[in-house]
Each structure stands twice: as structure tokens, then as C-alpha cells.
């Protein structure tokens, strides 16, 4: 089994396209951790495609602001301004469909999926201290989570009690980064954004899990940024949110 880890669309179809295109005929499942929709363009086009590849989806935070299963004081004005927009365009059928999400954690095929911390969905885990819980906690020897945008992950082995931060990144010049999942320890890992990545790399970033042969391959595809920021300016999405995209920050 061959799982497709897919996070942080955004809704931006054109990321997601260039992601199933250089996945193709590598993966036999596909799950998403969440924030289908949010800051991009295309929020009905990425959740129709979702729908269309039966992947199994838990629900984010901007899922949860957009269908109002959150208040949006905490967020700030731009990305407040982006669910609003994005609430206006979604189609009844999709705006249900967002709203029946489940929420995190996830047991499926061997893994978890999380879209923050095990803990609380909506929490991020950027450090060790962060991640200890859910490393310790979690069902499954290897969890997957998103939210922060930032491609890794951390593991732990149970009988050092060593907890180590996974920079697993590919270069420029790569597609993929593959991590071999070793024997005795447990993994947190988060596969990066599709639509707005955060690590400096404005590449989509997805994974592949082939648990039976102990491999995550950590993937970033370049996709047509500008067609995509000619279609939030012409939806009059915040500026912010256009300019990120270039910079992958």
C-alpha cells in the first residue's frame, strides 16, 4: 500500500495538478490532512478534485473558519479576508462536504493523520518539545501531520529516549527526499504545503509513504505560480497572499 500524504492546498488547483501529475502511477491511496480551502484561487476546483480521487480528508482550521466550526477572531486580517471570500464562492454541495470533515487524530492504513498536534488540531508543532507528545502518544509508529507548512518532521526511539528533528528536504535539483523508516522508532512527519509552502521552497510539497518497504519519500514539484497569482488578483484576494507564493514563505 502506497499512501499519497497531500496537506495545506489552499486552494490552488494548479499546484494540486502538478503534484498528481508527478505522482502519477505511484501511489495506491491518497489522504489529506487538512486545510482544503483558504488563501488560493480555486476552492471548489480543489475540493471537487479531492472528491473525484476518494481521498480520505480530515478537516484544518481554515476548512473549520470557512464552513464557521470556528470563529475567525484569532486569524489576521488577511487570511480572515481569504475565508470570507472563500465562503462566498464555494459551492452548497462543497461547503457541505468541507463541513462533514472529521477532525484528527486519523487511523487509516497503518498511520495517523493529524493536521496540527495530536493533541489539538489546531495547535503547531514546530519544535521537539512540541512534538514529544504526539511522538509518544500516537497509535501508530509513523504519524503524519501538517499546518505549519514546513517540510520534516522529528522521531524518537523509545529505548535512548533520543528524539531527533528530520530535516528531509529535497535540493533543488531533486524531486524527492527519501527517509527509511528504521525499526523501534516512531515518526512524526509532515509531508510540506501543496498550495502555500512556508519553508523557503515554493515548490509543492507532498510525500509518499511505502510503509512495506519502510521508505517516505519527501517530494517538491514546481508548478506555474504566476498563472495562479493572475487568478487571485483577478478575484482581488489580499496582495500578501499573492507575494508569498514566489518566495515560499
Known amino acids: ?97 468541507l463541513s462533514a470533515l472529521p477532525h484528527g487524530p486519523l487511523a487509516t492504513d497503518g498511520v495517523v493523520l493529524v493536521h496540527g498536534a495530536l493533541q489539538d488540531e489546531d495547535e503547531y508543532v514546530f519544535t521537539p518539545a512540541q512534538a514529544l507528545d504526539g511522538l509518544l502518544d500516537s497509535t501508530a509508529e509513523v504519524t503524519f501531520f501538517g499546518h505549519t507548512h514546513h517540510q520534516g518532521g522529528f522521531s524518537y526511539e523509545n529505548m535512548n529516549s533520543h528524539l531527533e528533528v528530520l530535516n528531509i528536504h529535497p535540493r533543488a535539483s531533486e524531486s524527492f527526499a527519501p527517509l527509511r523508516i528504521e525499526p523501534k522508532r516512531r515518526y512524526l512527519l509532515n509531508p510540506g504545503s501543496i498550495g502555500q509552502p512556508r519553508d523557503g521552497d515554493p515548490r509543492a510539497g507532498f510525500a509518499i509513504a511505502d510503509l512495506d518497504n519502510q521508505i517516505v519519500e519527501f517530494w517538491r514539484v514546481p508548478y506555474d505560480i504566476s498563472e495562479v497569482q493572475t487568478r487571485m488578483r483577478t478575484a482581488r484576494l489580499p496582495e500578501p497572499l499573492v507575494q508569498r507564493l514566489v518566495v515560499g514563505r
Open 1 to 97: 500500500m502506497r499512501i499519497l500524504v497531500l496537506s495545506d492546498l489552499h486552494s490552488n488547483a494548479t499546484a494540486l495538478d502538478a503534484v498528481l501529475d508527478a505522482a502519477k502511477d505511484r501511489w495506491d491511496r491518497s489522504v489529506c490532512l487538512g486545510d482544503v480551502v483558504g488563501y488560493g484561487p480555486d476552492p471548489n476546483e480543489v475540493t471537487a478534485r479531492l472528491q473525484t480521487l476518494g481521498t480520505q480528508t480530515i478537516r484544518g482550521n481554515h476548512d473549520k473558519a470557512v464552513t464557521g466550526l470556528m470563529p475567525t477572531e484569532d486569524f489576521n486580517p488577511v487570511a480572515k479576508a481569504a475565508v470570507e471570500w472563500t465562503r462566498a464562492q464555494l459551492t452548497p454541495a462543497h461547503f457541505s462536504w
